[in-house]
Structure formats: C-alpha cells, structure tokens
C-alpha cells in the first residue's frame, strides 16, 4: 500500500556490524537522508525496522502478527489478515494503533477491518511498539499501549540527479496454499517522488495438525471440509497506493491515496465472514524544520465500506422452508418470505464508516536542552451499521444496527522532556473531549421508529423503544497523565519507571448497539468468543492507572548480551467488561448459563492486570568458521481479573516463551526457534471461555540475502504438532452458525480454534 525503501537498507541494517563496501555507504547516505524527522520519545518502544519485518514477510500476510515476537504482545485471532494485537492483557481499542499517523477505526461490529489490516506487511517501513506507558503525545482515548505503524517516506534524488528504483516479491505458503506478491517503484528528482506500491495475498483454510472436530458438513449441501480443515480461514486482499512528495529547504509533503479491496475474508471465529471490504485513504502531511523547531500537520479521510454474509464454509439457507435449524444442510429455498416457516437467503450486513482527521504537532527544543511538544488532534467518525431482509426472522424491513453514529474526538496535549546528568524525564497531560451520538432504530419488523411498545418478534419493539426514548448523546471529558523516567547510572545498565492514568471511551458498538435478541446479538462480538454481546447508553469511559518498571543490563556496547526485565500493574476503574443477559426479562441472568454459547451486556466493572516481560539475548559464539551464533529469549506472564466479581478477564495470554538461536554466516541468516506456551486454565466464566491445553512449536527459518535480492524460505510448526490458539476464541467456522442449533447439528459450544499445522514457505524479494 505504501512506498518502500530498497531492501539493501535491511541488509545494511541486517549487517550493519560488518564492513560496507564504498558503493553501499552511499546508498545509506540516501537512506538517511529520507527517513522521516525522528519519532519523540522511541527510546520507550521497541521498533522492529525494515529488516527486522523483511523476513517475516514470507510467513505472514498479517501485519498484527508480526509483532509477537515483542515481549508481552500476542494476537487474538481474527481472519489471515487481521488478528487484533493485544498487549499485556489489553487488546484492540485499548490500544492507540496509527498507521501513517492517521487513527484508523474498525468499522464492522467484529471489528474484521482492524487499523492494522489496512497495511499489507511488504508496505510496512517500520513499527513501533509502546507496551508499558506510553507518552501522552503518542496515545489517547486508550488505555494500554500504542502501536505506530510508519510506511516508508518519500525517498527524493541526490542533487540534480534522478532515482528510479523498485522492488518486487513473490511468496508461498503449503498450508492453505496462499500465494501473493508486492510491486513497488519510485521516480524521483531531488525535490519530487512519485510511489506507487501494490500487494495482493490470497489462501484458503488452512489445516490444522490433526482432527479437531468429528463433522465435516458446512451447511452447505455438498460442501464437505476435512476434520482438520479449519473453516472459514480463507481470504483475498490486495492493497494498492501512489503516494507523491515534494521536498525544499527543510519542508517536506507528502499525499497518500491507498485504496485496499478484500473480497473475502473468512472469520472462524465469528458467525458471519467478511464478504467484501473497500477502503479508500487520503493522507496528506506536512513536516517542517523551522527557526524555532519542528512544526508538523496532517489531514487523513477514510471511508470503509464493509459488507458480511455468510462465506463459502457457512450455511446460507436459513427458515423453516430450507429444513429449520435442526436440518445439517439447508436447502435452496423460494420465494424469500418472512416468518419461521418462511426462506431466508443469507444474512446480509453493511456497515460504511467515515473517518477524518486533523493533527498538529510542535516540538520545540529549549535552551536549557529540554523539549517541549504541544500538540492538537481532531478526528470526525461516522458509521451506519444496517442489515437489509433476507427472509424468515430477518423480515420484511431493514435492521438498523447503528443507525448515524457519530464519535468525535477533539485532543490537546502537552509534554517536555527534560535530560539532567543520567535522568531523563517525560512529562505529559492530555485532555480529550470525545461527543457521541446515534440515532433512533429498528428491527426487522418495522420501517419506522418506535418508541412505545412490547409486544413483537423477539423483543425487536421493545428494545428499540427503549433505545430511541433515551438519550444518547454523550460527552466524555477525559484527562490522561504521565510520567517517565530514565535513570541510565552506567553504561550497563538502565532503569525505567512510567507512571500513567489513561482513559478510553467507549466505542459506538459498545454504546449504542440495543438488540438482546440473541441471533443480533450473535452478530455484535469483538472478542471471537461465539457470545453475543448488547450494547449499554450508560457506559462511561475506563480509566487505567499503570505502574511499569524496567530493568536493563547490558553489555557496554549492548551488543554481546542484555536481559530486560519488566513488571507492570494496571488498575482499570469502569473496565468496560460483560454480565450474562437475560432477553426475556430484559434484566441480569439469574441463573447463569454455563458451558455454552450465550448474550451479555456491556457494563462497568474494575479491573486489575499484572505481569511480567523477559527479554534478553547472548552472542554465544562469534567469528567461527560456521558464523557468529547467537540466542535470544521471550517470556511473558500476565494476569487479568475483574475485581467486582473476581472472575478471570477474557483471552488473556497464558505463560508463554520463545527461544531463538540465529547463526549468521555470509548471506546466510539461518534460525531455529521455539515457542512455548502453558495451558490456559484460568478462563473467563462469565463468557464460558474455553481452557486450552499447553504446547510447543519448533519453527525453522533461512535466509539468503544478497544486494538485490534475498529468498527467505522455512518451516513453521516442524512437527505438525496439534494444538489450541489461546487467543483463538471459539471456533464457529462452519455450518448453522446463526444460532445454536439442536444437536447433532453444528456449531456447539465447546471447541477452541486450531492453531495451523506444518506449512512449508518460501519467498523471493527482487529490487531493481
Ligand atoms: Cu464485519
């Protein structure tokens, strides 16, 4: 989607300990010379750099995934492209994501479009990660950390000369038999660049490493999956952009126009797949290196236009006339009509969102040496969410989800850094004003809007009533604070202390969704759990307050060995967490269902999270006639609990671990690495959250990397080993997924997604 820089600059990084030949420095010149000003602050974050992602390209096509090789961050499962980062414990909207600066937002009510499906992997330049606190300039209307995905500048000529240069990759992938690739070229004088990048990635189910269910129907008649294909995990996207620059004397502009296409993506974790999703992006930005500092502008609009249905592996005929929810197969039926003896033909959901955005930053530099960064934000959300009639209980009028919801942000904040003898400080406050609102709705059953009324099909008149008769604007007036502290006593050591109150409002789902009508209600779930979820007008806005210390001891020159220890505790007043709720009495369950899908209501509970992050890394041998060895380790531990019913918080992340060992030889970079992780025994009981069992994978990689091109191929999941994604939810992936079916019909409660089997990969990267 975004320009990007020739793969030279990753072998450069790659090896950059080693000696450049003359023809390469000059390269590394131009490189310096277009990279974008200097993210503030990113001494606290760890940044996976172009060569850091260029070797993870090959194995994935979604750019979440790619950061959980970072201490304390996984990936709750979504579809191929778009898993949600979670960040100790803290996942999706609680964490601030920008992609080239702009707030992207998932408009869908499973939020399949997350901020991070919106870049292809082969676009991304660099990625930062914030897990602990995060400063108040890079976060906002969140409360755990940031992630800022950059995309690569534009890269201009040396005086009066011209660049024209390029990149092309290919990739493959055994399991779900994926393939894609990405093309990228830049035209450029010493004050104009013209990119334009392209990828396009496609796969179907993958397989797991053994049987994980004993049904192979669909609900499709015909349409048989094998016991260890994983339903509904294909998908399609392509992403293209053309982005412009211009440069002078210190100013830089750039224009972005992206344009992402998926025509498929499958969710087996969700009842409904994502039948189509376009997304057309403008960004436009400006940085400037004035007299007094740094001043920097951008303006972005994005607008999602999202449609769901059911996808290949789910059924498509529901009602009474194509055998009820009883019947495995459901049968072509006609004519479309209305009621429980009637002809659904799928279930048809769109949702357009419309985002723009305002940013205005300064960093000015003091006398003293401190910096002081000031900046504004504004950001003008709309969405509509509306499922049109297709038949039988979704009949004869049109759904209204969300009908003209608005979320403004409006954001100012403050910050200096101060650098005293061997302290470095930062300080920052931000307030953010955020409005909402939405209109009135309706169910199925009427084409206006009620405000009174009990009696209908599944309480649609009842609860619509009492949505529309009350009132939903809302404005939350929240402040975040924070403080860092760097004490770095000797050249081996550093420690870290970051102390923060953060706030995040609700989302729209979370506000404004009103149906308790459990198959609406199905359709209203970020989390792939399999429940169904209602949204609550009363919510008010989490407020997190986080204590994170880290400890950093090195070698003098940080390149021989390090260990990194981090422990954290997050307190959450008004955690936005969920009770069982009962649709006929339109009040708690009382007798809590248990073992088995159900609906809930958002409420405001408190919440504590704690943990603890390893990193740490030792050059075991070096200058041998077999390379330079090299081991590195992750481990992370997290604990979450809602402290008003001291129940266990949803999907989070068991104790995990993974040990890397890398020998570097020529152009050669080869890896064997093993991934860790403990059984999932506490478990979330209000959301019957599934136990998983512990496993370990052992993954093989290669490298070969040469001046203009490089292969990466390998193995993942060596062993074909068997095992269940700890963040995967509840796998939904095929047959009667609209409700719960009788038995023996499908899906129940009670199976956790697979993680994939063996894949063997292979990719090749060409630049010109
Ligand atoms: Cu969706």
Redesign the pocket.
């Known amino acids: 989607m975004q320009p990007r820089l020739k793969p030279l600059t990753a072998l450069i990084a790659l090896y950059a300990t080693q000696s450049l030949a003359a023809d390469d420095v000059s390269i590394l010149s131009e490189v310096l010379v277009t990279a974008p000003g200097e993210l503030p602050l990113d001494s606290g974050a760890t940044t996976l750099n172009r060569a850091e992602i260029a070797p993870k390209r090959a194995r994935t096509s979604d750019t979440a995934s790619l950061l959980t090789d970072i201490p304390g961050v996984s990936a709750q499962t979504g579809g191929g492209l778009s898993s949600l980062p979670v960040i100790r414990g803290l996942a999706d909207d609680r964490l601030r994501t920008k992609v080239d600066g702009m707030d992207l937002v998932a408009s ?6 997350s901020p991070l499906s919106y870049i292809d992997p082969t676009a991304v330049e660099s990625i930062q990660v914030y897990s602990g606190v995060t400063p108040v300039s890079l976060g906002g209307d969140s409360i755990g950390g940031s992630i800022l995905v950059q995309s690569a500048a534009p890269a201009f000529a040396d005086p009066g000369e011209r660049l024209v240069k390029g990149e092309t990759g290919i990739f493959y992938r055994s399991n779900g038999d994926s393939w894609g690739g990405n093309l990228s070229g830049t035209y450029a004088t010493d004050s104009l660049s013209l990119t334009y990048t392209g990828s396009y990635a496609q796969s179907d189910n993958y397989k797991a490493g053994g049987d994980f269910k004993d049904y192979g129907f669909t609900g499709r008649p015909g349409h048989i999956l094998d016991l260890d294909e994983v339903g509904s995990t294909a998908y399609e996207a392509s992403n293209q952009s053309v982005k412009f620059g211009w440069q002078n004397d210190g100013n830089l502009v750039d224009l972005t126009y992206g344009r992402q296409h998926i025509p498929y993506e499958n969710y087996p974790n ?1 009842r ?1 797949d ?1 039948t189509d ?1 376009l997304s057309d992006q403008f960004n436009l930005a400006y940085t400037g290196e004035l007299a007094w500092g740094t001043l920097k502008a951008r303006a972005y609009y994005e607008h999602t236009q ?3 249905d059911f996808g290949d592996d789910k059924r498509y005929w529901y009602g009474g006339a194509s055998g009820g929810s009883a019947a495995l197969e459901g049968n072509p039926c006609s004519p479309i009509s209305g009621g429980m003896t009637g002809c659904a033909a799928g279930m048809p ?1 769109y ?1 357009d969102g419309k985002n723009g955005g305002v940013t205005l930053s300064a960093e000015l530099p003091l006398a003293s040496g401190d910096l002081v960064r000031l900046g504004g934000e504004y950001q003008n959300y709309r969405l509509d969410d509306w499922w049109t009639p297709s038949g039988a209980n979704m009949w004869p009028y049109t759904f209204w989800n969300i009908n003209d919801g608005q979320r403004d942000r409006f954001a100012l904040y403050g910050e200096w850094e101060i650098s005293k003898d061997r302290w470095t400080h930062i300080l920052g406050v931000r307030f953010e004003n955020i409005a909402m609102d939405a209109g009135q709705v309706h169910g199925y059953n009427l084409d206006s809007y009620p405000t009174t009324g009990t009696t209908s099909p599944v309480s649609q008149t009842r609860d619509a009533s009492i949505f529309n008769t009350q009132d939903r604007a809302k404005t939350d007036h929240n402040w975040d604070l924070s403080w860092l502290a760097r004490f770095t006593p000797a050249d081996t050591q550093t420690y870290e202390i970051g102390l923060a109150q953060k706030t995040r409002s609700p989302n729209l789902y979370e506000r404004y969704t009103w149906s308790t009508w459990q198959m609406a209600a199905f359709m209203n779930n970020f989390v792939g759990d399999g429940n169904g979820y209602v949204g609550n007008l009363d919510l008010k806005p989490e407020v997190a307050s986080t204590l994170s210390l880290t400890a950093d001891w090195h070698d003098a020159g940080q390149q021989r060995w390090g260990v990194k220890l981090t422990p954290y505790y997050t307190y959450v007043r008004d955690y936005i967490d969920a009770v069982q709720w009962d649709s006929a009495t339109n009040a708690p369950r009382v007798v809590p269902v248990v073992d088995n899908f159900t609906v809930l209501k958002y409420v405001n509970q408190s919440a504590y999270l704690y943990g603890l992050d390893l990193a740490a890394h030792y050059v075991v041998a070096s200058g041998t006639a077999y390379g330079d060895f090299r081991l590195q380790g992750l481990a992370s531990y997290t604990k979450g609990e809602n402290d008003d019913t001291d129940d266990t918080l949803y999907n989070i992340m068991p104790l995990n671990a993974k040990l890397i060992l890398t020998q570097e030889l020529g152009p050669w970079r080869n890896t064997l690495e093993g991934e860790f992780v403990a059984g999932k025994e506490d478990v979330s009981q209000v959301r019957n959250e599934m136990q998983t069992a512990g496993y370990g994978l052992a993954h093989l990689r290669s490298r070969y990397e040469r001046k203009t091109w490089s292969l990466e191929v390998g193995i993942e999941n060596l062993f074909d080993r068997f095992y269940e994604l700890p963040l995967g939810g509840a796998y939904v992936g095929q047959g009667t997924t609209m409700t719960i079916p009788p038995e023996p019909n499908e899906p129940q409660w009670g199976t956790p997604v697979p993680g994939p089997g063996r894949s063997i990969y292979a990719s090749l990267s060409l630049s010109f």
Do not use: R, Y
Request: charged residues 5%; hydrophobic residues 35%.
């Open positions: 869908c009510p499973n939020h399949m479009n969700q409904m994502m999703n999202h449609e769901m959901m949702t």
